[in-house]
Each structure stands twice: as structure tokens, then as C-alpha cells.
């Protein structure tokens, strides 16, 4: 099973700011690799997959980078919605199933 | 507009069983695979089950394996999921989702790109 890992597990930043969250894969899963965010009581919601593709409606604040086992979610300038818990996921190795990380919580500094 | 919208969930006791349903509106049901993930309370996200738009194809996390059946009614837009001899470990939102993404010629790769609102499921005596 592949491990993903985020870091860090939280992230505090000032609203304006820039925050980049991290995410590792124990092994390569090419580009097939998407972040959700995920508020308090709220479903997840899909931001980017193929690891830089903004789903639609998302904010151009927000990208995605990386490949293989490295990868990168930047939002450029933070407003407070943005305050969330982010989470990476990767689709590559299916079956038998898909993985997340445990998530990056980014709150208010 | 896509929607999908569970149900079914509440307060069951170990070894008891729950049906919960996703009714889909919004686009073409049929042809989409579809899926369920749980996160159960302070906790991070977990895959449960998969199933192809035809219903020919499911698979299951190793955690629910021979205790959860996924199934569909494509004619219903309706997803469901058949959860059997429940532990307290189960306890948990779940979600069912669309998913998204391509094939090629040898695999597909699919991403979650929309999620109903979920339904506790509560597993104690």
C-alpha cells in the first residue's frame, strides 16, 4: 500500500500570506495525485487533481505541483475561508485502493 | 447542478446492521463509477468501497471486506451500502462520492470530485 504523508500537520499563517503544504508518497504515483479541502462539518471538497489541475470553480490562488513522490499545494495569498484542513490523495496504484494522508490543519496566525 | 445526498445513517449496536443510500441529481447516474469514504470522528479520511457504473465492477478496503456490500440502481440514481456485523471501529461520517478522471488502455485513474454531505453512522451499546 502506498503511505502518503503530509507535512506539516499544522500550519499557521497570516491572512494575505502564502502557505505551502507538502505531501509525500512512499513511492511514485506519476501525476495521479489530487488535494481536497476539507472544512469543520463539511464534506471535502476537490481542488486540484492530476496533481496541478484546479477543479472547477476553484480560485486561481491555488496550485498544485510536483510528480512521482513529491508534491506541493500553494495558496498564494490567504483569505479566511481558506482556513481548513487540506488533505492529498493518491490515485495511481488502483486497485486495490486509494490512500490519503492525514491531512494538514491550516489555521489563522 | 450535482448532487448527492445520503441517508440511512444513526445509533446501531455492535454486530447490527445499517443500509445507507446517496441519491445522485444533477448528471447522467449511469454513467459514472462511484464510491464511498468514511472518517470516522477527529480522524482523517478513509476509502471504503468502489463501484463501476455498470455495477460489474466492486472492490473494498481490506477494513470491510465480507461485512459491507456497495450496489447501485442505476434506474433509481441511488448508491448504497450494506453494512453488516458492525464494530465500534466503523463509527464514522460517510461519504459517497463521484469520481472523476481517465483511462488508458491498461488502468484507470480516478479522483473524487464530488461529495455528498455524509451521514454518522454510530456504532455502540
Known amino acids: 500500500e502506498i503511505v502518503m504523508t503530509q507535512s506539516p500537520a499544522t500550519l499557521s499563517v497570516s491572512p494575505g500570506e502564502r502557505a505551502t503544504l507538502s505531501c509525500r508518497a512512499s513511492?511514485?504515483?506519476?501525476?495521479?495525485l489530487a488535494w481536497y479541502q476539507q472544512k469543520p462539518g463539511q464534506a471535502p471538497r476537490l481542488l486540484i487533481y492530476g496533481a496541478s489541475t484546479r477543479a472547477t470553480g476553484i480560485p486561481a490562488r491555488f496550485s498544485g505541483s510536483g510528480s512521482g513522490t513529491e508534491f506541493t499545494l500553494t495558496i498564494s495569498s490567504l483569505q479566511s475561508e481558506d482556513f481548513a484542513v487540506y488533505y492529498c490523495q493518491q490515485y495511481n496504484n488502483w486497485p486495490p485502493g486509494y490512500t490519503f494522508g492525514l491531512g494538514t490543519k491550516l489555521e489563522i496566525k | 447542478e450535482v448532487q448527492l445526498v445520503e441517508s440511512g445513517g444513526g445509533l446501531v449496536q455492535p454486530g447490527g446492521s445499517l443500509r445507507l443510500s446517496c441519491a445522485a441529481s444533477?448528471?447522467?447516474?449511469?454513467?459514472?463509477?462511484m464510491t464511498w469514504v468514511r472518517q470516522a470522528p477527529g480522524k482523517g479520511l478513509e476509502w471504503v468501497s468502489y463501484i463501476s457504473s455498470s455495477g460489474h465492477t466492486i472492490y473494498y478496503a481490506d477494513s470491510v471486506k465480507g461485512r459491507f456490500t456497495i450496489s447501485r440502481d442505476n434506474a433509481k440514481n441511488s448508491l448504497y451500502l450494506q453494512m453488516n456485523s458492525l464494530r465500534a471501529e466503523d463509527t464514522a461520517v460517510y461519504y459517497c462520492?463521484?469520481?472523476?478522471?481517465?483511462?488508458?488502455?491498461?488502468?484507470?485513474?480516478?479522483?473524487?470530485?464530488?461529495w455528498g454531505q455524509g451521514t454518522l453512522v454510530t456504532v455502540s451499546s
Open positions: 513511492q511514485s504515483v506519476s501525476s495521479n
Open positions: 444533477g448528471f447522467t447516474f449511469s454513467s459514472y463509477e
Open positions: 462520492a463521484r469520481l472523476g478522471g481517465y483511462c488508458t488502455s491498461t488502468s484507470c485513474y480516478y479522483y473524487f470530485d464530488y
